[in-house]
């Protein structure tokens, strides 16, 4: 073929179709593919060469094999499909087409081990894997996403100008776009930042829901309550949005009470709360955020028993300044457990991760970018855990007053407050010198003989308690 691509995309979803048309803007030439199901998906690839007019001289095809062929060596192929079975397909199709060298980016959700398996295949094969997390939406895959990217480093040298060219650009000019590690790292990251998405959104949603008790705050007062909080280090993505979206309405009422409220996972918050259980990593966060979803699915059962358990809230007052400290030291606690759970897996995986490199790589084109993450780009430079910064001391301890006032608030007014309360707990668990935890240890013993360490000997014994010729 003498038009030959320099890079191919299967996979023309919303998604796929964005970082396409992103490609396309940045002067790289393509061939596309996606599959053909009668009725469905039928010639998908020439419509849109047709549709959008950064993509007319990209080159469609609905075979497989003629795709493969159009594309210079050595071939780089970005799958952009659903996780699981739908991508394991391809790439099996794909390993025959293929010669030693070309290089294939998956850019789904993909659990990280199913992106390790699939790197050990191909390298069999002769052939580079790259598993590619891709965060900041539609809007960010076309504009600029951020790129957090695992492998073999010699086939990221290949592709990285020209996925440094897509990605978005930070304050400082550089690239969102970078190699974490190998194997698959940079889905294990892509999995962290959703889990600490999922815990910012659910701050948002408990903040919303609190403020709403007061009957003298409206959904306009606390709207421009979060615009106001926009212009202050609480500025977010998700802050701003969350703003925005309080101000439609439809018919004279606000949109979101036509919203069911119910809400829905992919999965990968799921696959966070249970890594974190893996790794010994606490991400109660995450957890909460994921099972206030799960629970406000069940919305039968909630409508049944909001009418068998009854009663009234105490009145109480609500201050607005004291939920804002609460939300921003919960949101410290979020990003401290999910930078603790890259940490933790690095040390397990050997990945050469520098985590002030991720806060770059999150501080523009995705999804949880924000004034904080910027903070942490410098922060996590001299800094292993965020809450030995200096900055972050200061700020909780004169804040812990005010957290506390929020906290009590939400129970008194009968407020589901999950993440702000694990963020409260988890905050009082690593602050105490001295844990409840030898409770545990002697249950443990006592019904299971499984010893323990004693303060006062030495530490790499195992001893039991007087209980035990008891039993």
Known sequence: MINQATWGIVGLGIMGTSLSRNF????????????EVKGSEEGVALSHTKQYSELKNALPFNSLPSFVESIKNPRKILLMLPAGSPT??????LIPLLTQG????????SHFKDTEKRAKQLSAAGIHFLGMGVSGGEEGALKGPALMIGGVKEAYMLVKNDLSAIAAKNSKGVPCCDFVGSGGAGHFVKMVHNGIEYAEMQLLAEVVSLALSDQSNSIKTIQKMLQDWQK?????????????????QESGRPFIDLIKDEASNKGTGAWATAEGAE???????????????FTSSNKKQRSLLSKTFKGKPTSTSLSLSALKVSYDLSRIINHHQGFEMIREAAIKNNWKIKLATIASLWSEGCIIKSRLMDTLVDVLKSNDTLLNAAAFMEFFNNGIASWEISITTAIQKRIPFSCHNAAWNYFLAITQENSNANIIQAQRDFFGAHGFERKDKNHDKKYHGPWADKN
Not at 235 to 240: N, T, V
Not at 281 to 289: F, G, K, V
Request: proline letters at 0%.
């Open 88 to 93: 394991d397909t391809v790439i099996e199709k």
């Open 279 to 293: 790794l010994g990593s606490a991400n109660s966060l995450m957890a909460s955020a994921l099972h206030a979803r």
């Open 102 to 109: 070309d290089v294939i980016i998956e850019g789904g959700n």
């Open 232 to 248: 202050t280090k609480s500025e977010s993505y998700l802050l701003d949005i969350t703003a925005s979206l309080l101000g439609f």
């Open 24 to 35: 396309a803007n940045k002067g790289t030439s393509l061939s596309l593919y996606n599959r």
